[in-house]
Structures are given as structure tokens and as C-alpha cells.
């Protein structure tokens, strides 16, 4: 008996000291992140082009604008046919198609980014003969279709059936309906699955590589290449040079700033916005 | 319209399949099946046998799964039987949450200033050629990038275990650790494994953190301490310098491999998870 | 009853082959309360949302048959126009919750896109709030949320809702069923009153709220009209054996 509830005791302190461990390679990334992050970052680092290695004062003004505008351009590719497509499967719930395309999306979510990457260089690089703002963001936004669908179907399910009654009852049309009464009371599960698909991709660079390739200078073109954090933080961490991998801590550090404001918008978003029934 | 949609998605996910098809074409015309049973991959004189990456991937990812195993198996404990609430539940739920939002290029860039260096004096101390770089480092950056994957579809079936039957069994008089190896993790044991395989499939596929530390050498690693490839690594290594069309053929066809590979293990994942009914 | 507001001649319905309605034949005079009532599952509810063309939404639907409103077949009227004229409250409160109350009540005009000057708008909320009797209790927070305000509460903003559009008639399933006694006895005083500008088809599982508030009464039973007649008539004295059981209690 005596054995028993020691190796009961036993089990739990090893579930707890295992479970806390695992926080410690997060503890140190960020105790780092924020340590060599901060160090590097001052103003110019925000308004100044990348510098050669050796020179000092350099920025990343061009990766923070290219990261914007690719996420923009995602944004413009998925947002409209995910939220459709979520409202799709949500209406057609029992249809096989539903659950034909409800299929497709969990594996869609389950490739590989960097098979996403050759996709867009095949759909879009090879036919414009260039690298560009505009295949990164495709790519970036096809990464973001299934959770735009995956939260936009869950938010619509929600929502009771009678309240398209009532409004159908009024003498409203489908599109009425849809877009005055559902989609308005799904708007915080709709907005926070963008949200946090956005905070998805914005670190993502493996579907990055090869379309929008990267760009030392500033570039507001979209049929052009452009940097973004992530590729920057990749290109610069595999220097050889210290200056160059300061200035990858301070990327790191915008960038997952970036990310957490992101997720604690999604969280304040899904609760402010909240529709009450 | 929204047919339509529905239709464009369904659209996209064939589009994609069959684009990487088309586009393995030259590579399956000029190797064939050699493809998938050849040792060497050399642009230079065309010889493109995925094997060395196939094992890199293997190798990586199962490792990583192996290391990570006790500690998400841990956490999902943590948080769904031992404490579910309270300031520590709290802090883990976070930590979790961050962990699984951290950039993979971050992640590498982490690895290849502060594990690499750790790697590299534990093979000197044991006399190991010390690259530091290669598949066992890549693994160890992959086990911690999948933790909170794993931990998370666990905790969430380990919370659906009824409150009854864990009561039947502790008024039998078993001890809590008991409970749960006999009551809590066979009754979920579905949702785990389905939890294991998505995080594997994500690991397979997992791009940058691995192509940082890997060592990117196209033989077959020796040992787990060996520089080695995986097929997401060489991909990303080799394709925009692919030197002719049938070498960029052959990195799609990798890219086609992977898709159906992860594409497998997903589809299997999401059925097991649609039978529980949780939230994936 | 020959110039009835709403007549349904040879009706049919149902879902897939099976068939709930079977040759209904009822004629409603207009400004009057008509209860529907009769057993769980006999087709109340599928009936009344035949009057409004829901029933047709659900994809494996049928109904064969011709619904008269003013002597015109609903069915070759668009659906549209037809719900405009005959408004529909569920059986559980459904205020719109994106919308504030003042929005809740012209939100038929809002779904419908008919645009109209702010004082008339004015007019119309606190009209129709007042034949509901919500107006005293809700004329402080009109630009709130609907959801906030109690079950009660919240059906009669529904009621006021389909009052708003001034139908010719309107169809209530069941109103009371999620409500309490004292929200219960607000909405049966309400009907009695609405009655002055609208035709009120009532679907209700009670006896005696159709008893207390309906000018007539239809008893329904496995999807057939058993009896129509004078609410006074049809509890006094039924004709049929199976009206005198389902008032008696024997069954439902
Ligand atoms: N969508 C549907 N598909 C198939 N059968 C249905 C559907 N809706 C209702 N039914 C069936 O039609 C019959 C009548 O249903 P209806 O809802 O009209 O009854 P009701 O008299 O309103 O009952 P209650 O008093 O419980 O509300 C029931 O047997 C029901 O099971
Ligand atoms: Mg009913």
C-alpha cells in the first residue's frame, strides 16, 4: 500500500517537472529574443535600408513594409473565398459536397508551406518570368484559406437557425439574410479566424523563398520582389557576420511582438465582439 | 456565390495535386521508380535518388516525436486531469499557446546560436565528430516546435474522459497515476494517437528550422549525429539554383512525395479526430 | 366564413413522401384570433409556416394544394411579398442581436432596403412598441441590445418585429411556450388587442389559452382538420368524439 502511493506521488512530481521543463526552451528563446532584440533596436532600425555587413545603422524598413504588403495582399486573396466557403459548408452542412470540401480543407491545412512555395512558383512565377510581392502574398494566402474557412464554418454553426427564420419570415432575401442578420452575429468568430490566420503566415517563410524572394531595397511594387521579417531573420541569421545577426534579434523581436499583439487582439476580438443570443 | 467558393477550394486542393504532378513528369520520365530507390542525389552528373532525404525525414521526425513524447504527454496531463485551472494551468496554457505561434525561422535562427554550440561541446565530450549542425539538432528544435501540437489534442481528449468511469475506478481504490494508466489514457488513447500523427505530419513538412541546423549534406547520414537532409530542406536549398529542368522536376517531385505523405497522415488524423468529435 | 381573409382549399404538405397535412380545408375571417391547436407532431406548426411559404425552404419539402390570401394564390405571389404580409414570431424570442432594439423593430424595412426618413422611423418604433407594450419598459435603452431584455420581453420586441411591417396577418408558434406565467399573461392581453389591425393565426399546445384568447378555433389531429368553429362552440359542444378527448385531457 505504502509503495503504491509513493509511485503515485512519484508520477505526479515527474508530470510536473516534465511539463514545466517544456516551457524552458520557450523561456530561453524569448529571454534571448528580448535580451538581444532590444539591444539592436533604435529608430533608424525602423526607417533605415539593411546596411552592408561592417557598416553600422542599418534597418529592416523594407522587410516591416514588405511583410505589410504581403499580408494585405493575402488578405485581398483569402478573406472574400474563405469566409464564403466557410458560409458554403455551414449552409450546406448535410450536402456531400460539404463534406467532400470540409475534407479537403483539413488536409489543405496539413501541407507542407514549402509545397505551397513550388505551387505559387509554378501558378504564378513561371508564367511572369519574375519573383514577386504578388506570388508571396497568394502563397501567404493560400496558408490562410483553411483557417479562414475552418473558423468562419465553426462561428456560422453557432448561430441558431431560427434567427435566418425571422429574418427569411420578414420577407428578406437569401443575400439579405446572410449578409445583415448571420454574418453581422458571427462577425467575432469570422474576424478573430482572420486575425489569427494573419498571425499564422506573418512568420511563415519556407512559401516565401522562392516568390517573393526577397528584396534589399525598399519596393512598393507587386510584380516585384520584396523582403519580408521572416526571409530577412533567415537570410541574415545564416551569415557569418555578429552585425547581421543583431540585426536578425531585432527582427526577431518585431516580429514576434507583432505576433503576440496579434493573438491577444484575436482573443480581445472574439471576446468584446461577442454576439450574445 | 457560394457554390462557387465552395467549388474554387475543392478547385484549389485538386489544382495543387495535379500541378505537382505535371511537374514531376520530366523527373519520373528520366529516373523512374530509381527515384525512389536511389542513394545518391547529384545534380552535377543528374542522379536524383530521394533516398538519403526520405531517411533524413524520417529520421528527424520520429526522433523529434520520441524526445517530445514525455514532455507533451506531460502537459496534457497537467492540463487535463491534474490541475485544470489555476495560475500555473495558466502560465502552461500560454506558454503552449506562444510556443505553438513562434516562427519556424526563429526557432532556427535560436538553434543555430544556442543549441548548436551545446550540441556540438556534448559530441566533443564524446567524441563525436562535433558538427553540431545535423539530423539529431534539427530534432531536437523539431521535438520542441511539435509539443505544443501534441500536448494540445491530448489535453483536449483527456478532458473528455467521463467524470464517472475515472470515479468508478478510485472508488475500487485506485491511486490517481493508476487512473490514468489504466482508465484516462486507455479510454483516449484514439485522440492521442490521432494527436501524434498530425504533429508528425507537421514535422515532416517542417521547412526552415530544420534547414538552418541540419547540416544540408545530400548523403545518407550515418549516424544520428551526421549533417543529413530532409526533403523539405533540399527542397528548399536546391530550388531556385535548380541548374536545369529536370533537376527543378525532381525537387517537385519531392514536393509531390511530401504532399502525399502528409496528405495520408493527415487524412487519417482528421477521421479519427471527426469520430471524437473534438476541435482540431 | 365565405369572404375569409385566408383561405386554404385542399391542402396538402409534408417532408419527403411522407405526407402531414392531409386536405385541409379552412377559411380565417380577418381581425379575428384563430387558435390551431391539437397534439405534439400533428403538423401546427408545419401548417402555419405553409401560410408564410417557410415550409418550402426546408430542401425536402412538399405541398400540393392552393392557400388564398384576398382571393390570390399565395403560391403564385413571390415569397417575398408574401411574407410582408403575413408576419411570423417563433416559438422561442429571436431578436436579431447585432441589431439594438430600436433596429430590432424596423428591421423588416432595414432587411428589406426600404429607406425612409428618421421622424417616420421614429413613429413606427414607438407605435409599434406601444401595441406591445414594451414601449414604457424600453424607451430608455431603445439603442441597446435586444438580448439584454427578458424572455418576455424579447417576444414581444418579436411581435413587434412582424407588427412593424403592418401585416395582414400574423402567425404565432406557440409564443408562450418558453415563457412564464406573468410574460404569458402579457402577450395573451396583447393578442386580444393587436386583433383590431391584424388577423392572428395562434398555434398553442394549451387549451386553455386558446380557450381564453381565440375568436375560433381549429383542432388538429395526425394532420387532419378534425374541427373548426367558434372558439365558445367548439369548447361547449364538439362534434367530434376525438376534440371532446383532446379537451378532456385523455391524450396529448
Ligand atoms: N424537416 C422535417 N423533415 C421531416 N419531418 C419533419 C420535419 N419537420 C417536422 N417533421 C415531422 O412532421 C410532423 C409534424 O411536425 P410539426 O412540427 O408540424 O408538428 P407540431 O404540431 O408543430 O408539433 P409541436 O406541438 O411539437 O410543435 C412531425 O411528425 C415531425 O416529426
Ligand atoms: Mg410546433
Excluded at chain 1, 496539413?110 to 501558378?123: D, L, Q, R
Excluded at chain 1, 462577425?187 to 517573393?212: D, H, K, Q, W, Y
Excluded at chain 3, 418558453?178 to 399546445?205: C, Q, R, W
Aim: aromatic letters at 10%; glycine letters at 8%.
Amino acid at each position: 500500500m505504502q509503495r503504491r502511493i509513493i509511485k503515485d506521488k512519484l508520477f505526479e512530481i515527474i508530470i510536473i517537472i516534465l511539463a514545466m521543463v517544456s516551457t524552458l526552451p520557450l523561456i530561453l528563446i524569448l529571454f534571448q529574443i528580448v535580451k538581444k532584440g532590444i539591444a539592436s533596436i533604435n529608430w533608424s532600425f525602423f526607417v533605415n535600408l539593411p546596411q552592408p555587413p561592417g557598416e553600422t545603422g542599418g534597418g529592416v524598413s523594407n522587410a516591416i513594409l514588405g511583410t505589410f504588403i504581403l499580408i494585405v495582399i493575402a488578405g485581398v486573396f483569402s478573406i472574400l473565398l474563405g469566409v464564403l466557403g466557410g458560409t458554403f459548408i455551414s449552409e450546406y452542412k448535410d450536402k456531400k459536397i460539404s463534406e467532400l470540401i470540409r475534407l479537403c480543407v483539413n488536409i489543405f491545412q496539413g501541407i507542407p508551406s514549402i509545397v505551397i512555395g513550388i505551387i505559387v512558383y509554378i501558378w504564378i512565377v513561371m508564367p511572369l518570368h519574375r519573383f514577386s510581392a504578388l506570388s508571396g502574398g497568394i502563397a501567404l494566402g493560400i496558408m490562410m484559406l483553411p483557417l479562414i474557412v475552418k473558423s468562419t464554418e465553426e462561428t456560422l454553426r453557432l448561430i441558431p437557425s431560427s434567427l435566418k427564420e425571422a429574418s427569411l419570415a420578414l420577407g428578406a432575401s437569401y443575400t439579405t439574410t446572410m449578409l445583415r442578420v448571420i454574418l453581422p452575429a458571427g462577425i467575432n468568430g469570422i474576424l478573430s479566424g482572420i486575425l489569427i490566420s494573419v498571425s499564422r503566415v506573418a512568420g511563415e517563410t519556407a512559401p516565401l523563398l522562392f516568390t517573393a524572394f526577397g528584396n534589399p531595397f525598399m519596393n512598393f511594387n507587386i510584380f516585384k520582389p520584396v523582403d519580408s521579417l521572416p526571409l530577412l531573420i533567415f537570410n541574415y541569421s545564416m551569415s557569418p557576420y555578429p552585425e547581421w545577426h543583431s540585426i536578425a534579434w531585432g527582427a526577431s523581436f518585431v516580429l514576434i511582438s507583432f505576433i503576440i499583439i496579434l493573438n491577444i487582439l484575436t482573443k480581445m476580438v472574439s471576446r468584446k465582439w461577442k454576439t450574445v443570443f | 456565390m457560394l457554390f462557387g467558393a465552395g467549388i474554387l477550394l475543392l478547385l484549389l486542393l485538386t489544382g495543387i495535386f495535379f500541378t505537382l504532378l505535371i511537374g514531376s513528369i520530366p523527373a519520373i520520365k528520366a529516373s523512374g521508380i530509381k527515384f525512389l530507390s536511389g542513394t545518391s542525389w547529384n545534380p552535377v552528373t543528374g542522379v536524383y535518388g530521394a533516398v538519403p532525404f526520405v531517411i533524413g525525414t524520417l529520421l528527424t521526425s520520429f526522433l523529434a516525436l520520441f524526445i517530445s513524447l514525455p514532455f507533451s504527454f506531460s502537459i496534457s496531463l497537467f492540463l487535463g486531469e491534474y490541475f485544470k485551472k489555476g495560475a500555473l494551468a495558466e502560465f502552461l496554457n500560454y506558454a503552449t499557446d506562444i510556443l505553438a505561434s513562434i516562427p519556424s525561422v526563429i526557432y532556427g535562427f535560436w538553434g543555430l546560436l544556442f543549441l548548436v554550440p551545446i550540441v556540438r561541446k556534448f559530441e566533443l565530450s564524446f567524441h563525436i565528430l562535433p558538427y553540431g549542425v545535423g539530423i539529431f539538432t534539427a530534432s531536437l528544435i523539431l521535438a520542441v516546435m511539435i509539443i505544443p501540437y501534441t500536448s494540445y489534442l491530448a489535453k483536449e481528449v483527456i478532458l473528455l474522459v467521463p467524470q464517472d468511469i475515472k470515479e468508478a475506478a478510485y472508488s475500487l481504490g485506485a491511486t490517481r497515476s493508476e487512473v490514468i494508466r489504466k482508465v484516462i489514457v486507455p479510454y483516449s488513447r484514439s485522440g492521442i494517437f490521432a494527436g501524434i500523427l498530425l504533429s508528425l505530419g507537421r514535422a515532416l513538412g517542417e521547412t526552415m528550422a530544420v534547414t538552418m541546423v541540419i547540416g544540408n549534406s545530400n548523403l545518407i547520414p550515418g549516424s544520428i549525429f551526421s549533417p543529413g537532409n530532409t526533403m523539405a530542406s533540399v527542397i528548399a536549398n536546391e530550388f531556385t539554383e535548380a541548374t536545369n529542368d529536370v533537376h527543378l522536376s525532381a525537387l517537385i517531385e519531392l514536393g509531390l512525395l511530401l504532399f502525399i505523405i502528409t496528405g495520408i497522415i493527415n487524412f487519417i488524423g482528421n477521421i479519427i479526430i471527426k469520430k471524437l468529435s473534438i476541435k482540431g | 366564413m365565405e369572404n375569409g381573409i385566408l383561405k386554404i382549399l385542399n391542402f396538402y404538405a409534408g417532408y419527403n413522401v411522407k405526407t402531414i397535412l392531409t386536405n385541409i380545408n379552412l377559411s380565417i375571417p380577418s381581425n379575428k384570433v384563430i387558435s390551431i391547436m391539437g397534439p405534439s407532431g400533428c403538423g401546427k406548426t408545419t401548417l402555419i409556416r405553409c401560410i408564410n411559404r417557410m415550409h418550402e425552404l426546408q430542401p425536402d419539402a412538399n405541398f400540393k394544394g392552393r392557400i388564398l390570401l384576398n382571393e390570390k394564390n399565395i403560391f403564385e405571389t413571390s415569397p417575398i411579398l408574401v411574407r410582408r404580409k403575413i408576419g411570423m414570431v417563433f416559438q422561442k424570442p429571436n431578436p436579431f442581436p447585432t441589431m439594438s432594439i430600436y433596429d430590432n423593430v424596423v428591421s423588416g424595412y432595414i432587411l428589406n432596403g426600404i429607406k425612409m426618413p428618421r421622424i417616420e422611423k421614429d413613429r413606427i418604433v414607438e407605435e409599434t412598441l406601444r401595441k406591445v407594450y414594451l414601449w414604457d419598459e424600453v424607451m430608455d435603452s431603445l439603442h441597446r441590445k435586444g438580448t439584454f431584455l427578458s424572455g418576455g420581453q424579447q417576444q414581444r420586441l418579436c411581435i413587434a418585429r412582424a407588427m412593424a411591417m403592418n401585416p395582414e396577418i400574423i402567425l404565432l408558434d406557440e409564443p408562450t411556450s418558453a415563457l412564464d406565467p406573468k410574460a404569458t399573461a402579457k402577450i395573451e392581453e396583447l393578442i386580444t388587442k393587436i386583433k383590431k389591425s391584424v388577423t392572428v393565426i395562434l398555434v398553442t399546445h394549451n387549451t386553455a389559452q386558446a380557450a381564453r384568447v381565440s375568436d375560433f378555433t381549429a383542432f388538429l389531429y395526425l394532420g387532419e382538420l378534425v374541427e373548426y368553429g367558434s372558439t365558445e362552440k367548439l369548447f361547449t359542444t364538439p362534434k367530434d368524439k376525438r376534440t371532446e378527448e383532446y379537451l378532456t385531457g385523455k391524450f396529448g
